[in-house]
Nanobody
Framework: QVQLVESGGGLVQPGGSLRLSCAAS????????LAWFRQGSSNVRDSVAT???????AYVDAVKGRFTISRDNDKNTVYLQMKDLKPEDSAVYFC?????????????WGQGTQVTVSS
């Protein structure tokens, strides 16, 4: 049974930092592409950061230089380190894993973790 379990969300002040974690099980983690998506007030789920199994990463322009995606294949965990957080980063953050299928219904999704950036 595939599981993706996010943790690390919460309330943080503008300029603060958070690290999200996503523990995976039930599939070949080392061979998977991984990503973080977020869904804010627009109710649209957008890609934030991607790490392909090759190690190549990609970020949406709004988070470049502030967010870092990483993976630990020994722990089957993907991380999203977020710094210099802004109110517009507030959203539910979802972990996503797939094999050439990121972001689709054929990929795997976590349940989401809320990040709120507010003073």
């Amino acid at each position: 049974q595939v599981q993706l379990v996010e943790s690390g969300g919460g309330l943080v002040q503008p300029g603060g930092s958070l690290r999200l974690s996503c523990a995976a099980s039930g599939f070949d983690f080392r061979r998977a592409d991984l990503a973080w998506f977020r869904q804010g007030s627009s109710n649209v789920r957008d890609s934030v950061a991607t790490m392909f199994r090759s190690g190549r990463t990609a970020y949406v322009d709004a988070v470049k230089g502030r967010f870092t995606i990483s993976r630990d294949n020994d722990k089957n965990t993907v991380y999203l380190q977020m710094k210099d957080l802004k109110p517009e980063d507030s959203a539910v953050y979802f972990c996503n894993a797939g094999f050439g299928t990121l972001g689709t219904s054929s990929s795997y999704w976590g349940q989401g973790t809320q990040v709120t950036v507010s003073s």
